[in-house]
């Protein structure tokens, strides 16, 4: 069974950072796609960054491109997303997510595996 587990969510400032981590237990790093998805209040849930594991291809959402940064450390088995210079509008429950097949982001269709979400919170 597939676990995925968030944290490092936080209340920060705009122009600040955080660091999001997911441990995934029984999920196979050498196939698939991993990513990260968010969801505002009275929001739709929408794909922020993915990662294949094999090949390590990476894509963002245009609107987090060079502010974020997703990662994954196999030795550790978790999936990480660097946020930097966040704004008021980054603020929503975020999601590990993982996937056997993804074209470019990952698409909420796409994703077999949710974790519980972890909150950001971001002031102007």
């Known amino acids: 069974e597939v676990q995925l587990v968030e944290s490092g969510g936080g209340s920060v400032q705009a122009g600040g950072s955080l660091r999001l981590s997911c441990a995934a237990s029984?999920?196979?790093?050498?196939?698939?796609?991993m990513g990260w998805f968010r969801q505002a209040a009275g929001k739709g849930r929408e794909g922020v960054a993915t990662?294949?594991?094999?090949?390590?291809?990476?894509y963002y959402r245009d609107s987090v491109k060079g502010r974020f940064t997703i990662s994954q450390d196999n030795a550790k088995n978790t999936l990480y997303l660097q946020m930097s210079s966040l704004k008021p509008e980054d603020s929503a429950m975020y999601y590990c997510?993982?996937?056997?097949?993804?074209?470019?982001?990952?698409?909420?269709?796409?994703?077999?595996?949710w974790g519980q979400g972890t909150q950001v919170t971001v002031s102007s």
């Open positions: 997510a993982a996937g056997t097949y993804c074209s470019g982001l990952m698409a909420v269709s796409q994703a077999h595996y």
């Open positions: 990662i294949y594991t094999r090949s390590r291809a990476t």
């Open positions: 029984g999920y196979t790093y050498s196939s698939g796609c």
